[in-house]
């Protein structure tokens, strides 16, 4: 060891002794920054990650490299020094070493030169270290690989030269072998194969953060071999000159043993993929446990099996290794449990007949063109979960994540392949749970609690509608196995105690069959355990039928083996305006719903029967307009029976055809937010930290007025970072940026914060203020910088909050809106069919057209359960506003769908996948920067490459000056304290 480092001193002093560390470095700098701020354009990509600095660190190390070796025995052999080296007292092995030592250690040194790149962007964007680390990692490997071949190519020829091209070659062979150009041209099978032997396929493996063995040891591969050959050309210029005898020969069989061995232990380790560690924040690239919950529930074998064409498209191919290496490690998760499968549908035609006919999978043209020619290749890319007698399949769509940077630059990633994956696992295990015994995922006791009347004080269709209720609760009982057990109470049975605490506990109160009646009655029914009170609602047509799937809803939400059930509401599309080209803003809502459906049962609702669907355990509103008493009382009524209430809504809409301008819009919950403390003022929020938007602008030229869309940053287009975020509540995990479109500010109340939880979920940045002038369309000519008036009183503002807790209803002494509209129709069918009444005989208005009468019923007051949660947007979650912003970013921008599925998670309790959602591969955005923020961030990089530079100038020079001096004592000491080495 101390001969070894000797040599890599003498070797590494030697770079600084002349130009080659100087020009090395500054080459290295100036291509590793031309590179990450020009070629790969760092600030228009506007993503916080070092991908730049490291993707094409496989091809610059080729040539680097090799002209720092190309000289290392080379100009041994030119200068007759290597004789020497070779008649000294030194192995050749630690000659070996050493030269290799001093071309690594120069390498690392470059790339510290390189470190005020990644910190750069951490101060401006939330960077993970994770593939930070791995980059370098994987650099340094890779570099040490490439050195043990340089130093061969030049142990083989005293021409550097010749050692330079030499060394190119090899590397570059290493480098094309798992190229994806080249691994295209062949089958998946195949091309798997050729990444597994090339140096920049097993880069690309370590740099996103996944440190596997198998990775490493390649590269350890490598340079044990080439290392071992430059022994053996050392040893060959040794023997030099003399016949050939048995020691050659052990030396070409030890070499070619060694090489071999190296070689053998990949295949050994290729099968083992437990030897991995994954450094990414929130270990993204590892099963979690969530999933791992979701396995353990399988009480029958699962089938997973990836459908994978050999010929595919050359975007899709790379991601294939990946999802076989992820569902490998389902498989050892599932313990058993899970079956995974992968197959060629055109290798197996009966399997293909089987996918195509049992499943309604079918190969997908897919066109590319290469340099030569353009072709279509039909594939197939598609995953198939099976679990009993359900299934569902993901194809190529669900799983991948698309970028447009231009017409010929289209990246392709795994979107976030375990939450893709264990959410079709999910809705696969609860459909078929869900056909099965609801009991058996029940873990606790569940108590029936019913509130009713005697008999004899009920009206006459709720007395057989009782009956009923104890034949279902009675059938229940049995085949609960224990679980489920039935009290009954009449509140006015226990002298008027209970009745005062229901009232004073959950707002119940006492019933009436109509509007007149003084005869009262209780019916209310509450389903209680693990700590979880929910009360079952009265079926609106009360019949028997309605009242069990009543009972069984509020039993599944109990349950984690059933999807929940999300009533969404949005306002009603007119056909006619679009039909006759009238004009007129109108908000969709598809993507929201197709997203929300693959993971929960999603039913529209239009409120306008004054109830909720008996099965919704989340409603959601979207933009409401002009809700009458009727729908507002059916959000009123959600709410106090425990419900969550999330709800889009501002006092604007904006018009974006012909005069851009800020509509009024009318939602009808002003005054029920109002009540409860919450109040959306009418103005919109402006920020300085913004998003981009396109936009019409006026420009003159001449005397003329031209039109033209600018993308422009646009503050009403609120860029909210994770300071603006919410982070405790755990609700927005994994969003860590989100824009809120045209937003409101929102005023809360001294009362809501002493009576119930608040949590502020999102909030604006200090540099943003509000105003009410509808006018938002931006004059550059007037306001030159933003297009708009700088605010004076710059704040932040609530944009999005959470208030949590016992709500008083907005109806509390009032007529509830059903029963006015009951007597409504009723007056009207009174005056249409007996005109000779001039007035309504009360005793005839309590029946409806089915002569049944209208339960009338106000909760007062809500449980600690109950849940608001308002974004003061209306379009933040419209397909028009999505679509803008993913014109701007060049994939499809699902931030706020995202927080709105988090939200459901939350409120539901059901938070394995937001938690899992939370580990996903996103993508991590840098702050808003203007352009001389950008420039002040690019010219310090500069500065700190030419400090650095500097610096080695400095170090250079007093090595030079130390060199002078050893070799003078070296010349003036005698030769018997010389060290040889």
Not at 358 to 372: D, E, H
Not at 736 to 754: F, G, K
Request: charged letters at 20%; hydrophobic letters at 45%.
């Amino acid at each position: 060891m101390h001969s070894i480092l000797k040599i890599a001193r003498k070797e590494f002093s030697g770079f600084f002794s002349t130009p080659v560390a100087y020009i090395f470095f500054g080459v290295f700098l100036a291509i590793t920054l031309f590179i990450f701020f020009w070629v790969e354009t760092f600030f228009s990509r506007n993503i916080a990650d070092v991908r730049p600095l490291f993707e094409w660190m496989p091809v610059l190390m080729i040539f680097l490299v090799a002209a720092i070796t190309m000289r290392m025995w080379a100009e041994e052999r030119r200068s007759g020094t290597l004789e020497f080296l070779l008649t000294a007292p030194v192995k050749s092995l630690h000659l070996v070493l050493g030269k290799f030592s001093a071309c690594l250690m120069l390498i690392v040194l470059s790339l510290i030169l390189t470190l005020p790149l990644p910190v750069t962007v951490s101060f401006i964007g939330p960077l993970d270290w994770g593939p930070v680390i791995g980059g370098y990692v994987a650099t340094i490997f890779l570099a040490a690989a490439y050195i043990a071949i340089g130093l061969y190519a030049s142990a083989r020829s005293q021409n550097q030269i010749f050692s330079l091209i030499l060394t190119i070659s090899i590397c570059g062979v290493f480098y094309l072998i798992g190229a994806d150009k080249l691994t295209a041209l062949f089958s998946n099978e195949t091309g798997e194969i050729l990444k597994l032997l090339g140096s920049g396929s097993r880069f690309e493996s370590i740099t996103r953060g996944m440190i596997d063995m198998r990775d490493l040891y390649y590269y350890v591969s490598l340079i044990g071999v080439f290392l071992a050959l430059n022994m053996l050309a050392l040893e060959k210029l040794r023997w030099a000159g003399n016949p050939n005898n048995a020691n050659h020969r052990h030396w070409r069989w030890l070499t070619g043993l060694l090489a071999a061995n190296f070689v053998a232990a990949n295949l050994w380790l290729a099968p083992v993929s437990a030897l991995r560690t994954d450094l990414t924040q929130g270990r993204i690239y590892s099963i979690s446990d969530a999933t791992r919950g979701y396995l353990m529930q399988l009480q029958e074998p699962m089938l997973i099996r990836g459908y994978f064409s050999a010929q595919t498209h050359p975007l899709l191919a790379p991601l294939v290794p990946r999802l076989r290496d992820l569902l490998k490690e389902y498989a050892l998760a599932g313990e058993g449990r899970l079956r995974v499968e992968f197959i060629d549908p055109q290798e197996h035609p009966e399997l293909e007949q089987e996918a195509n006919e049992k499943y309604g999978i079918r190969a997908v043209p897919f066109q590319f063109a290469s340099k030569y020619q353009s072709s279509v290749v039909n594939s197939y890319f598609n995953i198939l979960i099976q679990y009993g007698d359900q299934h569902i399949v993901l194809d190529f769509q669900d799983l991948i994540d698309l970028k447009i940077q231009s017409e010929s630059d289209l990246s392709v990633d795994l979107r976030n392949p375990e939450y893709d994956l264990t959410q079709a696992i999910k809705k696969v295990l609860y459909a078929y749970q869900g056909s099965g015994a609801l009991f058996d995922n029940i873990a606790h006791p569940v108590r029936f609690i019913g509130y009713i009347s005697e008999n004899d004080r009920l009206p006459e269709v709720l007395q057989t509608f009782r009956a009923d209720l104890d034949q279902i609760l009675l059938d229940l009982q049995q085949r609960s196995n224990g679980k489920l057990s039935v009290e009954m109470h009449d509140p006015d049975a226990e002298g008027g105690e209970l009745a005062t605490r229901l009232e004073a506990d959950y707002g119940l109160r006492p019933m009436s069959a109509g509007f007149f009646e003084s005869e009262t009655f209780w019916f209310y029914m509450m389903m209680e355990g693990g700590d979880r009170l929910f009360q079952v609602p009265l079926p609106e047509n009360l019949e028997k039928n309605a009242l069990e799937q009543s009972i069984l809803a509020a039993l599944k939400r109990f349950s984690k083996g059933f999807l929940k059930t999300v009533a969404v509401h949005t306002p009603v599309v007119d056909q006619t305006m679009s039909q006759f080209g009238m004009q007129g803003r109108q908000l969709r809502f598809g993507w929201l719903q197709k997203t929300l459906s693959e993971e929960h049962n999603v039913i529209s609702t239009t409120l306008k029967s004054g109830q909720l669907p008996d099965e919704a355990d989340l409603l959601i509103l979207m933009a409401p307009e002009e809700l009458d008493a009727k729908q507002l009382f059916a959000v009123d009524q959600f709410l106090m029976r425990g419900g969550t209430v999330v709800a889009a809504t501002s006092p604007f809409l904006t018009e974006l055809q012909g005069i851009m301008a800020a509509q009024p819009y009318d939602s009808g919950l002003d005054d029920w937010l109002a009540h409860h403390g919450i109040t959306i003022e009418k103005q919109l929020v402006l920020d300085e930290q913004n998003a981009a938007f396109p936009v019409p602008v006026d420009r003159r030229i001449g005397g003329f007025v031209l039109q033209e869309t600018r993308l422009i940053d646009y503050p009403y287009f609120i860029d909210i970072r994770e300071k603006g975020i919410d982070q405790d509540s755990g609700l927005a995990a994994g969003v860590n940026q989100i824009t809120l479109t045209w937003a409101s500010p929102i005023v809360l109340d001294d009362q809501s914060h002493q009576q119930r939880s608040i949590t502020r979920l999102l909030e604006s940045s200090d540099r943003s203020w509000a105003s009410d002038n509808p006018a938002i369309k931006p004059d550059f000519e007037v306001y030159p910088d933003s297009g708009f008036p700088s605010g004076e009183q710059q704040q932040r503002h609530l944009l999005a909050v959470i208030a949590e807790g016992r709500f008083e209803s907005y109806f509390k002494d009032k007529a509830s809106p059903l029963m006015v509209d009951a007597l409504s129709d009723d007056a009207d069918h009174h005056h249409d069919h007996d005109h000779d009444h001039s007035e309504l005989d009360a005793g005839e208005v309590d029946a409806d057209e089915a002569g049944q009468p209208v339960i009338t019923r106000i909760i007062d007051h809500s449980p600690e359960s109950a849940r608001i949660i308002l974004f003061a947007s209306n379009d933040f979650l419209a397909d028009d506003m999505i679509n803008l912003a993913s014109m701007g970013i060049g994939t499809r921008y699902t931030k706020p769908v995202e927080l709105l599925e988090n939200a459901i998670d939350w409120s539901l309790e059901d938070r394995d996948l937001l938690t899992i959602r939370g580990r996903g591969h996103f993508a991590r955005t840098l702050d808003p920067l203007n352009q001389d923020e950008q420039l002040f961030w690019e010219y310090l990089n500069y500065g700190l490459a030419l400090s650095a530079l500097l610096l080695v100038g400095l170090i250079r020079r007093w090595i030079r000056q130390r060199a002078q001096l050893r070799y003078a004592a070296i010349l003036n000491a005698p030769s018997s304290q010389v060290d040889p080495v």
